[in-house]
């Protein structure tokens, strides 16, 4: 009866373990044999592009307020302007000064190799200066309205290549016969001034000019207006003749 008993525990203890055998063998346990760990029967796959780093460009560095010399250009500037008016009519002759008669802001680079057809229809060669485009336009438009920026100051000179600041040197020295000028108020009210300024140039005593022009006379006047409109941002040149 005890030799029945024996069997049948023993039996039991043998059945058991290999049914542990059998469970373990499948939830991943045993790596041998014919027993195969458990795998998901679905995947995801992840594309990864390749994208181009964001192209960084320099700083538009030269502004009035980096300038040396911030006192040559607190003059000339009409009396009757507001203290706003005066700060923006400064900004606005130090810009114009620096494109017309400071070789463009004194901005440098390699020119391209092809030249580019303008809107004009001219073709020129641009130069890569690897400055911010956008710096310089936020710059020039804190002091002339979008509009006239767009339209008369950056033009063909200055153009945006995906991003960089390109141009092709219009830059001229300043007008050495530019003696005096004298201002007067047109019209002004709440959201727009004008004024006019009566500019004297004589070529008295400039003798390393050699001959004069058949067209010039020794010394002339000559009238440019200006107009500065209030905007969203403050006032801003709107029209400004060049005159230096």
Same mark, same amino acid.
């Given at each position: !009866?005890? *030799?029945? *008993?024996?069997?049948?525990?023993?039996?039991?203890?043998? =059945?058991?373990?290999?049914?542990? %055998?059998?469970?373990?063998?499948?939830?991943?346990?045993?790596?041998?044999?014919?027993? #195969?760990?458990?795998?998901?029967?679905?995947?995801?796959?992840?594309?990864?592009?390749?994208?181009?780093?964001?192209? =960084? &460009?320099?700083? +538009?560095?030269?502004?009035? @307020?980096?300038?040396?010399? $911030?006192?040559? %250009?607190?003059?000339?500037?009409?009396?009757?302007?507001?203290?706003?008016? $005066? *700060?923006?009519?400064?900004?606005?002759?130090?810009?114009?000064?620096?494109? =017309?008669?400071?070789?463009?802001?004194? /901005?440098?680079?390699? &020119?391209? $190799?092809?030249?580019?057809?303008?809107?004009?229809?001219?073709?020129?060669?641009?130069?890569?200066?690897?400055?911010?485009?956008?710096? !310089?336009?936020?710059? #020039?438009?804190?002091?002339?309205?979008? @509009?006239?920026?767009?339209?008369?100051?950056?033009?063909?000179? &200055?153009?945006?290549?995906?991003? @960089?600041?390109?141009?092709?040197?219009?830059?001229?020295?300043?007008?050495?016969?530019?003696?005096?000028?004298?201002?007067?108020?047109?019209?002004?009210?709440?959201? *727009?001034?004008? +004024?006019?300024?009566?500019?004297? &140039?004589?070529?008295?005593?400039?003798?390393?000019?050699?001959? /004069?022009?058949?067209?010039?006379?020794?010394?002339?006047?000559?009238?440019?207006? +200006?107009?500065?409109?209030?905007?969203?941002?403050?006032?801003?040149?709107?029209?400004?003749? %060049?005159?230096?």
């Amino acid at each position: !009866m005890r *030799k029945i *008993k024996r069997k049948v525990i023993i039996s039991s203890v043998v =059945v058991l373990a290999l049914i542990a %055998f059998i469970i373990w063998g499948y939830s991943g346990g045993g790596s041998s044999g014919n027993t #195969i760990p458990y795998q998901t029967t679905s995947k995801t796959t992840t594309e990864v592009t390749a994208t181009e780093p964001e192209k =960084v &460009y320099l700083p +538009f560095s030269m502004t009035l @307020e980096n300038y040396s010399d $911030k006192e040559f %250009f607190s003059s000339p500037c009409p009396d009757f302007l507001n203290a706003e008016q $005066k *700060k923006i009519w400064q900004k606005a002759y130090f810009m114009t000064y620096m494109s =017309v008669a400071e070789d463009s802001f004194g /901005l440098a680079g390699e &020119y391209e $190799k092809s030249p580019r057809l303008s809107d004009d229809g001219h073709e020129y060669h641009y130069m890569r200066t690897g400055v911010s485009y956008d710096e !310089m336009y936020s710059y #020039i438009t804190s002091a002339f309205t979008e @509009e006239y920026t767009e339209e008369i100051f950056m033009g063909d000179t &200055y153009i945006n290549d995906d991003g @960089e600041l390109l141009f092709h040197d219009r830059a001229r020295k300043p007008d050495v016969s530019y003696r005096d000028c004298k201002f007067d108020l047109i019209s002004s009210d709440y959201n *727009k001034i004008s +004024f006019s300024m009566t500019a004297l &140039y004589s070529w008295k005593d400039i003798a390393t000019l050699g001959e /004069l022009d058949k067209t010039e006379t020794e010394s002339h006047l000559e009238e440019h207006i +200006f107009t500065m409109v209030r905007t969203e941002n403050g006032w801003r040149m709107d029209e400004y003749s %060049f005159w230096l």
